[in-house]
T-cell receptor, first 116, second 112 residues
Framework: DAGVIQSPRHEVTEMGQEVTLRCKPISGHDYLFWYRQTMMRGLELLIYFNNNVPIDDSGMPEDRFSAKMPNASFSTLKIQPSEPRDSAVYFC??????????????FGSGTRLTVV | GNSVTQMEGPVTLSEEAFLTINCTYTATGYPSLFWYVQYPGEGLQLLLKATKADDKGSNKGFEATYRKETTSFHLEKGSVQVSDSAVYFCALSSGGNNRLAFGKGNQVVVIP
């Protein structure tokens, strides 16, 4: 398996522009997570899905952020409009259901977003 | 709620030194405990895990023992290498779901 695949690896955009981050989880994994990592706040869970359904989006900073999972093999995280304070590394992770899997996450390599 | 506390600040040490990174937790029920490692420019990777009290997780020379009495899961390695330079995260899952609670991470720098 190729692991969790995120694109793009790097994104530089101007303030006010729309940004879309993409994630392909590992085939067969039931859960998908979006995290944001910054020096100041560390790893923050933004939202997670179970079987393509959003379960908890309480970590999404504000209405400018939205996430979708139209099918089991694809998810997007969209920021519109983007702001400089959104600059961070965004990680996607997937896992099996805790009742059947090893209980760990597999992370993608992340998307480094810079908003200027 | 569930939470993980890691020692403050980066850790700098010489090659072949002994490494300890402290991790304590607060959780309901009987959590599973994990250590993840993040090498520069990469995502987090599962390093080791333990699912019940007194279990010892081990991988790549690293070890951690699940201590229920002290609610701890300290990471140790007897002789570090430059290639061990990375950020290490302690994490737990509990409550019958797949959510992981992460600590803030510790930067480890190994000097030749």
């Amino acid at each position: 398996d190729a692991g969790v695949i995120q694109s793009p690896r790097h994104e530089v955009t101007e303030m006010g522009q729309e940004v879309t981050l993409r994630c392909k989880p590992i085939s067969g994994h039931d859960y998908l997570f979006w995290y944001r990592q910054t020096m100041m706040r560390g790893l923050e869970l933004l939202i997670y899905f179970n079987n393509n359904v959003p379960i908890d989006d309480s970590g999404m900073p504000e209405d400018r952020f939205s996430a979708k999972m139209p099918n089991a093999s694809f998810s997007t995280l969209k920021i519109q409009p983007s702001e400089p304070r959104d600059s961070a590394v965004y990680f996607c992770a997937s896992s099996l259901d805790y009742r059947t899997g090893p209980g760990g996450y597999t992370f993608g390599s992340g998307t480094r977003l810079t908003v200027v | 709620g569930n939470s993980v506390t890691q020692m403050e600040g980066p850790v700098t040490l010489s090659e072949e030194a002994f490494l300890t990174i402290n991790c304590t937790y607060t959780a309901t029920g009987y959590p599973s405990l994990f250590w993840y490692v993040q090498y520069p420019g990469e995502g987090l990777q599962l390093l080791l895990k333990a699912t019940k009290a007194d279990d010892k997780g081990s991988n790549k020379g690293f070890e951690a023992t699940y201590r229920k009495e002290t609610t701890s899961f300290h990471l140790e390695k007897g002789s570090v290498q430059v290639s061990d330079s990375a950020v290490y995260f302690c994490a737990l899952s509990s409550g019958g779901n797949n959510r992981l609670a992460f600590g803030k991470g510790n930067q480890v720098v190994v000097i030749p």
